[in-house]
């Protein structure tokens, strides 16, 4: 007990601590369970909103600058290294050796200069603005628990005014304890009216003249560093007229360019030799009726002499129209009905013991396009015309069979072909190899819809062009 005495804390202080403790969690229950009303005042309650509000948006503030006051000093470091290294790298006999030295000593010294300025003028600022929160935030919570204790008082008062029996020394004792509550709580309660409301003014006042320094700083740094740095410019500038005949050409990097043609013709030419070799088909055997490339016979399988004709090679079944695909529209479906005829006579004239064949026909596709019939294509657009693209860059072409782009060009895409090799068996098979080839570089094969509509001419329109310069449309 001396030894509370001793630091002036005695045995009946904390007691009277702990006591309203106690009594202020009593009332805050009481008022939560409804059992007891509390005094609100929604002004300041209000003005505690604003005080919150305010403190929160310093704290961001003050974060903030921070973080730009360390990308200045980090920028400052950068800029220190880069000019060491023009320093290093220039060399004593080369012209301006001295004012270079000179621009870098002033562009540090104006950095430097810079981060100091932020720092008095803007971030000491910050902190003592909001060095005074802290302090009036204490306030508000002493404030609440002085509230919380004349609501106490106040109800201790009332019950004993209404009790059945009276006790007036009580009586008195509890008036007095609500005066003196009532009286530390005005006090506390209207010198936080007056302060949060004019703190909660001040705000503007405050973002006005720190980003005003802020803003000013920046101006002059920049103007200054525009200084030095037009000054290393007429140095180097100097450098360059002396060392004229050395100068470093700049080229853009070349594109890869791979010609697409002569690469599908040296495949082709090596590919398609074995399927040449094997072309041509044994002579069909008297009286066997000549079916075309496109038929399919359902209920039976034809024996493979009756699917021979000369000069072409018949799949044997739907799932091989590559082998075909080399026929025009015109021949397969002439082929088509001379196969359906004879098919037909032979059912009538009873030679053949096999039951009657269903025949179906499949049109022939080249490069997975179908020929031969207006429906499968608008009549509009160029052969095996695939979807439109539209340029969204210039393009110059660097060689005979490319195409020139500007933007805002339209080009129909149509698939890579050449009519001359397509003649071979395996040309639909390289058509599949070259559309690989195809994703692979980057390049669509196609014609400028202008060109299209006005000469109808695809040999002399068509060509290739970069697949990124351009942008699908349809």
Same mark, same amino acid.
């Given at each position: 007990m001396a030894e509370l005495g001793s630091k002036g804390v005695t045995a009946g202080k904390i007691a009277s601590n702990v006591q309203k403790k106690l009594t202020r969690a009593q009332e805050k229950v009481l008022q939560k369970l409804g059992k007891a009303d509390e005094t609100k005042d929604e002004q300041f309650e209000q003005c505690v909103q604003n005080f919150n509000k305010q403190l929160s948006e310093g704290t961001r503030l003050q974060k903030d600058l921070r973080t730009y006051l360390a990308s200045v000093k980090a920028m400052h470091e950068a800029s220190k290294k880069l000019t060491e290294c023009l320093q290093e790298v220039?060399?004593?006999?080369?012209?301006? #050796? &001295?004012?270079? @030295?000179?621009?870098?000593? @002033? @562009?540090? *010294? $104006? +950095?430097?200069?810079? /981060?100091?300025? %932020?720092?008095?003028?803007? *971030?000491?600022? !910050? &902190?003592?603005? $909001?060095?005074?929160?802290?302090?009036?935030?204490? #306030?508000?919570?002493?404030?609440? #628990?002085?509230?919380?204790?004349? &609501?106490? =008082?106040? /109800? /201790?008062?009332?019950? *004993?005014?209404?009790?059945?029996?009276?006790?007036?020394?009580?009586?008195?004792? =509890?008036?007095?304890? %609500?005066?003196? =509550?009532?009286?530390?709580?005005?006090? !506390? @309660?209207? &010198? $936080?009216?007056?302060? $949060?409301?004019? %703190? +909660?003014n001040s705000r503007v006042g405050f973002y006005v003249n720190t980003f005003q320094s802020i803003a000013g700083l920046e101006e002059n740094f920049h103007k200054e560093m525009s200084k030095l740095n037009q000054n290393l410019h007429d140095v180097l500038l100097g450098l360059d007229k002396q060392y004229s005949g050395n100068a470093f050409p700049v080229k853009a990097q070349p594109r890869k360019k791979t010609k697409l043609f002569a690469r599908l013709r040296k495949k082709m030419s090596s590919d398609s030799t074995p399927a040449k070799a094997n072309k041509s088909p044994s002579p069909p055997p008297d009286g066997s009726p000549i079916t075309s490339p496109e038929t399919k016979t359902v209920n039976h399988e034809l024996e493979p002499s009756t699917l021979e004709a000369p000069g072409a090679s018949i799949p044997k079944s739907p799932s091989q129209p590559a082998e075909a695909a080399h026929a025009g529209a015109e021949a397969a479906g002439s082929e088509a009905a001379a196969g359906a005829e004879a098919s037909k006579t032979e059912a009538d004239s009873g030679s053949s013991s096999l039951p009657a064949v269903v025949v179906e026909t499949f049109p022939a596709t080249v490069n997975g396009t179908v020929e031969g019939g207006a429906s499968s294509e608008r009549a509009d657009m160029p052969p095996g015309f695939l979807f439109k693209v539209q340029a969204m860059h210039d393009y110059t072409a660097t060689d005979s069979d490319e195409l020139q782009l500007k933007a805002g060009d339209v080009v129909l895409v149509i698939p890579f072909e050449n009519p001359e090799e397509q003649l071979d068996v395996g040309a639909t098979a390289m058509n599949l190899r070259l559309s690989k080839l195809q994703r692979d570089e980057g390049w669509l094969m196609g014609v400028k819809e202008s060109d299209w509509i006005q000469r109808k001419e695809l040999d002399q329109c068509r060509g290739v062009f970069p697949e990124n310069f351009t942008e699908r449309v349809q």
């Open positions: 220039y060399e004593p006999d080369w012209p301006g #050796r &001295d004012d270079t @030295n000179k621009i870098a000593e @002033n @562009n540090d *010294l $104006l +950095w430097t200069d810079f /981060h100091q300025k %932020l720092v008095d003028q803007a *971030l000491l600022t !910050m &902190d003592t603005y $909001l060095g005074q929160f802290p302090d009036i935030k204490s #306030r508000i919570a002493k404030r609440g #628990r002085k509230l919380v204790d004349y &609501d106490s =008082a106040r /109800h /201790h008062f009332e019950a *004993l005014q209404t009790a059945k029996k009276k006790d007036e020394t009580k009586i008195a004792k =509890a008036e007095e304890e %609500l005066v003196k =509550a009532q009286k530390v709580f005005e006090e !506390m @309660n209207v &010198d $936080l009216q007056e302060e $949060l409301p004019s %703190l +909660w």
